[in-house]
């Protein structure tokens, strides 16, 4: 009898241990694999910053530089009024932004440009001039994914294409639209910064679907157009798009007809407000 229960403690307490080591592997790699998680995520946050990064919308733990500290987007004027605004990105280029200048001085159209500031420093002498009547913004120096960027990088992206459009424009653009309408903490922190309206878009061309049929396209982007619509078009890029361009004239003379009138994104904006206002 003596003997079972000495046995029988001599077995508990292997137990005991045995319990005992198999918790300590247990914490063990539980901490190994917590250690091994963080670092992933570290390594994961080197090429993909979170804190200061692209997705982050405050720069560092600093006093925020952010201009007014207000930051509107803006796809679409109010729908209440029969108003369009016709916007043109990536430009100026030789050929293709006369050529829209042109027709938008015939049918006395205004329009606003979101321009590429490399590109306006080497064809900024197509613009000079010929922006009367119509608004300017920024559309970022070289068209890079401003989204991958962090903040300082976005704003000095910006900072670099503000000063060119300035010069040529004689004054400073206040209209801000991000390539490929990508937006990221960033991007927006950066557009406060410089005290931006950030502007995207309620209806895009859609040249591909129309190859040479100009007033195929022209007709298309009328059966869509609805009071407040911004309409993003292209001053540059595949002769694809040269479907749009040709068209702007049946495009032009068909939203009149439906009783549309062009204005600026500015001026779109100020009605907006008025509107607002008086409400």
């Known amino acids: 009898m003596g003997q079972e229960r000495a046995g029988t403690g001599a077995t508990g307490r292997w137990h005991r241990r045995a319990v005992l080591r198999r918790a300590a592997l247990l914490a063990g790699g539980t901490a190994v694999g917590a250690v091994a998680t963080a670092e992933g995520i570290r390594v994961a946050d080197r090429h993909h910053p979170l804190p200061d990064g692209a997705a982050s919308t405050t720069l560092g733990n600093r006093r925020q530089d952010v201009g007014s500290g207000r930051l509107s987007i803006v796809w679409a004027g109010a729908p209440r009024d029969d108003l369009v605004a016709l916007t043109f990105d990536d430009g100026p280029a030789p050929q293709w932004t006369p050529m829209v200048l042109d027709i938008l001085d015939r049918y006395a159209v205004p329009a606003t ?64 639209r991000p390539p490929y309408g990508h937006l990221g903490g960033a991007v927006l922190h950066a557009a406060v910064r410089l005290d931006y309206r950030l502007v ?11 190859p040479d049929d100009p007033t195929g396209h022209a007709r298309r982007i009328l059966a869509d157009v609805r009071p407040g619509t911004i309409l993003l078009a292209h001053d540059v890029g595949v002769a694809d798009r040269l479907v749009a361009l ?18 600026t994104v500015s001026r779109l904006l100020q009605n907006d407000a008025r509107s607002a206002g008086a409400g």
């Open 200 to 210: 995207l878009w309620s209806l895009q061309m859609r040249e591909r679907e129309f």
């Open 113 to 176: 440009f979101f321009l590429v500031g490399q590109r306006v420093e080497r064809h900024g002498d197509l613009l000079r001039g010929r922006l009367t009547g119509h608004d300017v913004g920024n559309h970022s120096w070289a068209h890079r994914d401003l989204a991958r960027l962090d903040a300082a990088g976005v704003h000095d992206d910006l900072r670099r294409s503000h000063d060119v459009i300035t010069e040529v424009a004689g004054a400073p653009p206040r209209l801000f």
């Open 246 to 263: 040709h068209g702007l004239p049946t495009l032009i003379t068909g939203l009149r007809e439906r009783g549309f009138t062009f204005v």
